[in-house]
């Protein structure tokens, strides 16, 4: 019964295209209310799209569940499911005039009608009367106030035009669930804010579930009841959006949604975390000396005289933005971008502070790679789909390798270490990255990335690994890499006992 | 200023020599005499041969019937066949095109001698069915071609949003894509239909010995006597229709683009 709460609910759900390796969405699990304005935000290429064309039947998941108010619709045709969808293109009929386009739908559509017939009543489809098909096609006009437009030519129309025809076209047919996919995308800046407003209220008198997909954070945040950031195929984070901005469940969320300033932070005691050489004190509670990222929004970063503040700095650079001043400060080798309406020279030196509820910690990901892999034959340790050089004595202390290749301990004992199972673990400023791809054995393709201050975090990925990378230098989200990792810097932990790789 | 006016001089000069020999038979059709050159006063005499000639009138109903009945094929097999290509996977779709280019310009004798070759081999006897063969295979890669990019144009979101309005993909595909496209499937027809209406080697290969269409029947007619006067008519009526669908079309495309221009313009 739990399940009549939620309009729509996706399961597990994850999609794979057929000549593909990788998932495009994997995992996703959502549940969305009746009447509930949700907003997939995500880059290109993040699944987000994909995502929503699984709703509307043109895309079947490889995996999981869609269920429409409570029935497993993921096997269902388009056609046969209660949702429409407003395009990104719009996807209008070029042949037809505005009126032909918004009576699409109901010229299509058959409803059951009680008739006698020798006396008993049988249910029969029939298409709607021409009388009702005009009813609601001016009344869907009238909403997206073309009333006058019935007879024009789609050519004839303005961007903003056809875009109102699409959306005619889709409410017209009542759907349970209106799809959009970046439907301001090709507008202009002012008439794609005129048209979130209308869409907005739209939403409001229809009662219709909006499921909305955009890459604009504005946008979202502007709309949205609540909002899905994806990344990668994967959810990132659900929360309403005062939600997500303030309290972003990762370094890439706190990143994509609004201005931020990421550092990574160690924990100290007494509510105190390390961040730009200094200890800011904070609200959140987390174990102590636990790495962590941390978030400060430019507009929460008070600007004061030198000594005033927590730490101090210099004004780099200065922006006028209309209602503020965006500053660069330099905090040592680190820069923090500011806010402030106040007018500072460059090269000024400051001092910095930021409120204790200001300052958001967020767990991370991950505080190293971690991997799985074995010994080789020739003592290397074969992991991401690579032999790689590595020093295999630091598996037992004291021990040497002879020159048949085996391990000698320190009480003279041999082991024969062929593939033995070990843990790798590479601090993620010990991966090094470059752009001599075609000098290095192992390459991938910079998936993510997050300004840290004074260094990127990349997340680099070869065929089905990946690598978190530290490094100062700027690359480009899809870049390929060369990536190489120094013998010494690779530590290994053998799985086993090593009694059992004893000759 | 002297350069533009050579310039079109030249133009002219060039249209002039096109059209000369069009033109000749044109004015000669409207005099009696047995070879173009001698006039023997006006008269509307030949037009009234040309449809007392029964063999003539035969061939030209023939290659008409053949043109129509290889184009409908042709317009048919060729649009499925582009539709089927443009929803194949990308190595699929470059096969195919590169298959359907081949017939375009390969040289029409080498089709016409293999057809023949093939038609023996497989024990058929020359008929109206080969010759449809023949003609349908001339074409089809035509109509293809003249479908293909109208489908590349098309914003392939229109086919997923009638589905999504409701629409069965039979549904779709009628009122949605072939609307879209046929501006392509009519040119590609009527392509179909001019290359069969004067196509002669593939013809005179593969038709059964007593059919004959227009191209046909004059060349038969060349090995032993001169050309019939009443070809003269004839070619004139060829023409006449030729700038009649031209200038049809012409005037249609500029009606079109008048009405979209006026009506952004004027709201």
């Known amino acids: 019964m739990e399940q009549q709460d939620y309009i729509i609910e996706l399961r597990n759900v994850r ?7 990788d998932y495009v969405v994997e995992n996703f699990n959502l549940k969305v209310k009746k009447g509930e304005f949700v907003t997939f935000l995500g880059p290109s290429g993040c699944g987000k799209t994909t995502t929503l064309r699984m709703i509307a039947g043109f895309d079947t998941p490889t995996e999981g569940e869609i269920l429409l108010k409570g029935v497993d619709i993921s096997k269902l045709p388009p056609y046969k499911r209660p949702i429409n969808t407003v395009f990104q293109k719009y996807a209008l009929f070029p042949t037809m005039n505005v009126f032909d386009n918004v009576a699409f739908g109901l010229k299509i559509k058959k409803v059951p009608v009680k008739v006698k017939k020798n006396g008993q009543e049988v249910v029969k489809m029939v298409h709607l009367t021409k009388d009702i098909i005009k009813q609601k096609v001016q009344k869907a006009l009238e909403i997206v106030d073309l009333e006058q437009f019935e007879t024009r030519d789609i050519q004839t129309l303005s961007g903003g035009q056809q875009q109102r025809v699409a959306i005619a076209r889709a409410i017209v047919n009542e759907p349970e669930i209106l799809l959009l996919d970046e439907p301001l995308g090709a507008l202009d800046l002012k008439m794609r804010k005129e048209m979130q407003l209308e869409l907005k209220e739209m939403h409001r008198k229809l009662g219709i579930t909006f499921i909305y997909v955009t890459h604009d954070q504005e946008e979202a945040l502007t709309m949205s009841d609540t909002i899905v950031v994806m990344s990668d195929g994967f959810i990132q984070q659900i929360g309403e959006p005062k ?9 890439f969320v ?19 975390v390390k961040i730009l050489n200094k200890l800011f004190p904070m609200v959140d509670d987390f174990p102590l000396h636990e790495k962590v990222d941390v978030v400060l929004r430019p507009e929460d970063i008070i600007i004061s005289k030198p000594g005033e503040g927590t730490v101090d700095g210099v004004i780099k ?27 500072l020279p460059v090269d000024e030196k400051v001092s910095i502070s930021v409120t204790p509820e200001n300052i958001h910690i967020m767990k991370r990901d991950a505080t190293v790679n971690a991997y799985d892999g074995y010994i080789t034959k020739n003592n290397k340790v074969c992991f991401a789909e690579y032999d790689w050089e590595c020093d295999v004595t630091q598996i037992l202390k004291g021990s040497s390798i002879d020159e048949d290749g085996y391990l000698v301990g320190p009480d003279h004992k041999k082991y024969d270490l062929t593939d033995a199972e070990v843990k790798v673990d590479v601090d993620l400023n010990k991966v090094m990255i470059s752009d001599n791809v075609d000098e290095c054995e192992v390459t991938g393709q910079i998936i993510q990335m997050v300004y840290k201050g004074d260094h990127y975090q990349y997340l680099v990925r070869n065929e089905n690994d990946d690598f978190i990378v530290e490094n100062e230098w700027t690359w480009n989200e899809g870049d390929i890499v060369g990536v190489t990792i120094n013998k010494e810097d690779i530590k290994l932990k053998l799985k086993g006992d090593i009694k059992q790789y004893e000759l | 200023m002297v350069k533009k006016i050579l310039a079109k001089t030249y133009v002219y000069f060039i249209l002039f020599l096109m059209y000369l020999p069009i033109f000749l038979l044109i004015v000669f059709s409207f005099t009696d005499s047995d070879s173009v050159g001698v006039w023997n006063g ?5 037009y009234g041969d040309l ?24 317009t048919i097999i060729g649009t499925l066949g582009a539709i089927g290509s443009y929803y194949s996977k990308k190595r699929t779709r470059k096969v195919i095109e590169g298959i359907t280019q081949l017939p375009v310009v390969n040289a029409e004798i080498v089709m016409a001698l293999s057809l023949a070759v093939l038609f023996v ?12 063969i023949g003609h349908v295979v001339l074409t089809v890669a035509f109509v293809f071609l003249s479908v293909k990019p109208k489908l590349q144009q098309m914003d392939p979101n229109i086919y997923e949003a009638a589905l ?42 593969l038709k059964d010995p007593s059919f004959e269409t227009i191209s046909t029947y004059i060349q038969k007619i060349l090995a032993k006597h001169p050309v019939p006067p009443e070809v003269r008519a004839l070619t004139t009526f060829i023409f006449l229709i030729a700038v009649l669908a031209v200038v049809v079309n012409n005037v249609s495309a500029y009606r079109h683009s008048k009405k979209i221009n006026s009506m952004k313009e004027g709201k």
């Not at chain 2, 006006?42 to 030949?46: H, S």
């Not at chain 2, 392509?191 to 069969?196: F, G, I, P």
């Open chain 1, 15 to 21: 999609k794979k295209f057929d000549d593909a390796d």
């Open chain 2, 51 to 74: 449809f007392k000639n029964k063999e003539l009138m035969t061939a030209v109903g023939n290659t008409i019937l053949i043109a129509f009945v290889s184009a409908i094929v042709s």
């Open chain 1, 254 to 272: 706190a990143d994509f949604i609004g201005e931020s300033n990421i550092y990574s932070g160690t924990i100290f005691p007494d509510h105190k």
């Open chain 1, 243 to 251: 939600q997500i901005y303030d309290e972003p469940a990762n370094a």
């Open chain 2, 164 to 205: 999504d309005l409701g629409a069965t993909p039979r549904v779709a595909l009628y009122k949605v894509m072939l609307p879209e496209i046929l501006p392509g499937i009519v040119s590609g027809f009527m392509l179909s239909l001019t290359l069969s209406l004067d196509d002669f080697i593939i013809t005179q290969y």
């Open chain 2, 121 to 132: 081999a497989l024990g058929f006897s020359f008929s109206f069915f080969t010759l449809v």
């Open chain 1, 317 to 343: 650079s200065k922006i006028f933005k209309g209602i503020h001043y965006q500053y660069v400060i330099m905090v040592g080798k680190n820069e923090v971008t500011a806010q402030s309406t106040l007018s």
């Open chain 2, 42 to 46: 006006f008269t509307f005499k030949l």
